[in-house]
């Protein structure tokens, strides 16, 4: 069964850094582009980064960029897991944190994607709250 927890959320002050992992278990998704997405009450789910199954390419919403870094770990097949490292934290960042993962295909080294639809496989979330 294909899963994908995400770990690493929750309650930190406006400046302050956090790191989200996504670790996923029932396949490899070594080969597979991947994203992080969030979704703050009454809002729509919203794109935050991505990256390429290779972590050649990387793409960031303008309101995270320059302050968050997506990043992945390919080498152990059995634990892939990706990460996004959150700095310089603002309250306007509070929200539910999803990874998400796209279907076993082949993809070119420096494909990603940044819409949600665009993914197949999603973790519960982790709940992020930044203080003001």
């Known amino acids: 069964q294909v899963q994908l927890v995400e770990s690493g959320g929750g309650l930190v002050q406006a400046g302050a850094s956090l790191r989200l992992s996504c670790a996923a278990s029932?396949?490899?998704?070594?080969?597979?582009?991947m994203g992080w997405f969030r979704q703050a009450p009454g809002k729509e789910r919203e794109f935050v980064a991505a990256?390429?199954?290779?972590?050649?390419?990387?793409?960031?919403?303008d309101s995270v960029k320059g302050r968050f870094t997506i990043s992945r770990d390919n080498a152990n097949n059995a634990k892939n897991t990706v990460h996004l490292q959150m700095d310089s934290l603002k309250p306007e960042d509070t929200a539910v944190y999803y990874c998400?993962?796209?279907?076993?295909?082949?993809?070119?080294?420096?494909?990603?994607?940044?819409?949600?639809?665009?993914?197949?496989?999603w973790g519960q979330g982790t709940q992020v709250t930044v203080s003001s």
């Open positions: 998400a993962a796209k279907k076993m295909a082949t993809y070119s080294s420096g494909t990603y994607y940044s819409r949600w639809y665009e993914y197949d496989y």
């Open positions: 029932g396949r490899t998704f070594s080969s597979v582009p």
């Open positions: 990256i390429s199954w290779s972590g050649a390419r990387r793409y960031y919403a």
